[in-house]
């Protein structure tokens, strides 16, 4: 692996600690034992990108403890002892962007190490790895959430996986044209440069619901803000087209809103709207719009927000449930405010969904994508009257 960081000049970590059952898998070339599906509970075994995950000195002394006690009880342990001792807490996935990319440059050069330069695994994972080199997508490593993270990640151990449980008959080798396993990464290129969600349906529960933390196992999985049900999934919003068909510019390439050459208006004092109108959304948000809501009574001036937040649809984050494929039917002044629109369409869709629904991660990327426009309307609107008699009603317009 040094040979390969070296050849390479990359970054690999330098933490990996390979335990006995992942040697045992590779010298019994069995790189992935059990099904060829992932699943929560098995998916750091065998040779997968999470066996390139540092360990912690005090981790690695455990396990080696763990190793020698199995060794000595290994013909008087019974069939419950010997299940207990094999499990192991999971390795966290990556939460970062340069997480990521260490570990699958460390990958890279294990798929290399074990199985050489043309493994056709090792070159999809190695064009992978190229890519969140690339200058264009470093620029934008903010885009890359924990979430996503753990979407990528997920991808590469579903087709490593798959890749490793495709059986080849010898005769198959013999041929003019072998048929060597193949890996079908490539799609996973495209979501990564067009900044889309990697989707993986068999994608774990814990994974969508853990918050960005250090250390510790993915089986410690940290607690919802509604634990009576599990939170609904918080995805960027892939691109939408737009009225005339075309694809709107990437983040990166929109001017910036124009903020310093704006004269602040007086602010008129204003009522703040009753608190059973904003009882139903998230305190997270509520806290982030307190002042706005004082000023506005509830009512929400999203587009006004974006625009001087420099946001578009794109970057919004959605929830997955209600995402149709082309658009999200999530309502984002209830999610924020009041809704004052008769009717709503998205309401019908139930896109009206409480605050206590809500996953604390998809809260504060929704605040921090919209703190400046907040703050900007806050200083140069004005609360209009009218809408506001109505907000005070019933709430339509």
Request: charged share 20%; glycine share 6%; net charge positive.
């Amino acid at each position: 692996m040094d040979a390969w960081a070296k050849w390479k000049g990359q970054q690999i970590e330098t933490g990996v600690y390979l335990p006995k059952d992942i040697i045992e898998c590779i010298r019994k070339v069995t790189p992935c034992p059990g099904e060829p599906i992932p699943t929560f509970a098995n998916a750091d075994k065998g040779i997968g990108p999470l066996a390139c995950r540092p360990w912690r000195s005090d981790e690695i002394e455990l396990e080696q403890e763990k190793e020698r006690a199995a060794e000595a009880t290994a013909a008087t342990r019974t069939y419950n002892e010997q299940v207990q001792m094999a499990a192991r807490p999971g390795k966290d996935p990556p939460s970062t962007f340069l997480e990521l990319r260490v570990m699958l440059a460390t990958y890279c050069a294990l798929l290399w190490a074990l199985f050489g330069g043309q493994c056709a695994l090792y070159i999809a994972v190695l064009d992978i790895y190229w890519l969140l080199k690339d200058d264009y997508i470093a620029m934008q490593q903010h885009e890359f959430t924990p979430l996503r993270c753990r979407e990528i990640t997920w991808a590469v151990i579903c087709d490593a996986k798959r890749f490793f449980h495709t059986q080849v008959h010898p005769s198959e080798l013999t041929q003019p044209n072998p048929h060597y396993p193949v890996s079908h990464l490539a799609s996973v290129l495209l979501d990564i440069q067009n900044m889309v969600p990697v989707v993986r349906g068999s994608l774990p529960l814990a994974w969508r619901l853990e918050q960005n933390r250090v250390g510790g196992g993915v089986g410690q999985q940290s607690t919802p803000f509604h634990t009576a049900a599990p939170a609904p999934l918080a995805l960027p919003m892939p691109p939408m087209p737009t009225h005339g068909g075309a694809i709107p510019l990437p983040y990166a390439t929109h001017q910036p809103f124009n903020q310093q050459h704006v004269s602040p208006t007086p602010v008129a004092p204003v009522t703040a709207p009753p608190t059973n109108q904003l009882g139903h959304v998230n305190p997270i948000i509520r806290e982030c719009f307190k002042e706005y809501h004082q000023k506005f009574g509830g009512r929400v001036m999203l587009s006004k927000i974006m625009k001087a937040a420099n946001i578009d649809w794109p970057q919004m984050p959605y929830l997955l449930h209600l995402w149709d494929g082309k658009k999200s039917n999530l309502c984002y002044s209830y999610v924020c405010g009041v809704c004052s629109i008769k009717k709503c369409p998205c309401e019908a869709k139930g896109g009206h969904v409480p605050g206590d629904k809500l996953h604390p991660d998809f809260c504060r990327e929704l605040c921090q994508k919209l703190k400046s426009g907040i703050e900007y309307v806050l200083r140069n609107e004005q609360p209009s009257p009218t809408k506001k008699q109505k907000l005070s009603g019933s709430g339509g317009k």
